[in-house]
């Protein structure tokens, strides 16, 4: 059973629009929760982590989290063509080692 | 410089032939994973290692093998492999606290023919 679900699977925003990235789990002891970007052929790098409800900003980079509902949102305003890539939602247990991710989002920015 | 390493980058087997695929990291981090990527499945975890010879198995560890006897060294080893086990393989570090982070390295792309 996947504990980290995502939604869209894809997405397709034109370029200097807004992208929102979900990402719910069903574990109800995670604790923590990251993003991470990989671009095609690439691996995958973390690009924002939050740990506390509320929302975190960084650039053009938000991200909330609702602990109560286990539920992350990414959200990339000014979107650019090399935002292009598969967005991954990591969650993680207090005291556990193991990463759960998602199947992630692809998202697509068009010129 | 904080860096995760995995040699070969590209490798190429004949079914039944056994693999070894190699990662570093320079961080002297505790804990290393070992995930496959396949197309629409995400990242699954094959292995995960929490120190020197303190090995777990992780949610597909059929078909695979690890060893780690050194800190910085994490291999995974396919004996006899099939071709369902063509993939990218990454591997990835992390020191292990709360709010600690992975670091991947560059993967390992593995056809099995």
């Known amino acids: 059973q996947q504990k980290v679900q995502q939604s869209p699977e894809s997405l397709i925003v034109p370029e200097g629009g807004m992208a929102s990235l979900n990402c719910t789990s069903s574990?109800?002891?995670?604790?923590y929760f990251w993003w991470y970007r990989q671009h095609s052929g690439k691996s995958p790098k973390m690009l924002m982590s939050i740990f506390s409800n509320g929302e975190k900003e960084e650039g053009r980079f938000t991200v909330h989290l609702n602990k109560a509902s286990l539920h992350t949102s990414l959200h990339i305003r000014d979107s650019q063509p090399s935002d292009s890539a598969l967005y991954l939602c990591?969650?993680?247990?207090?005291?556990?080692?193991?990463?759960?991710f998602g199947k992630g989002t692809s998202l697509t920015v068009i010129p | 410089d904080m860096k995760v390493t995995q040699m070969p980058r590209y490798l190429i087997k004949r079914m039944g032939e056994n693999v070894l695929l190699e990662c570093g990291q320079d961080m002297s981090h505790e804990t290393m994973y070992w995930y496959r990527q396949d197309p629409g499945l995400g990242l699954q975890l094959i292995y995960i290692s929490y120190d020197v010879d303190s090995n777990s198995e992780g949610d597909i560890p059929k078909g695979y093998r690890v060893s780690r006897k050194k800190r910085e060294h994490f291999s995974l080893i396919l004996d006899s492999a099939k071709t369902n086990q063509t993939s990218v393989y990454f591997c990835a570090s992390s020191s292990g606290g709360n709010y600690a982070e992975q670091f991947f390295g560059p993967g390992t792309r593995l056809t099995v023919l």
């Open positions: 574990d109800r002891n995670v604790d």
């Open positions: 990591a969650a993680r247990n207090t005291g556990y080692q193991n990463f759960y």
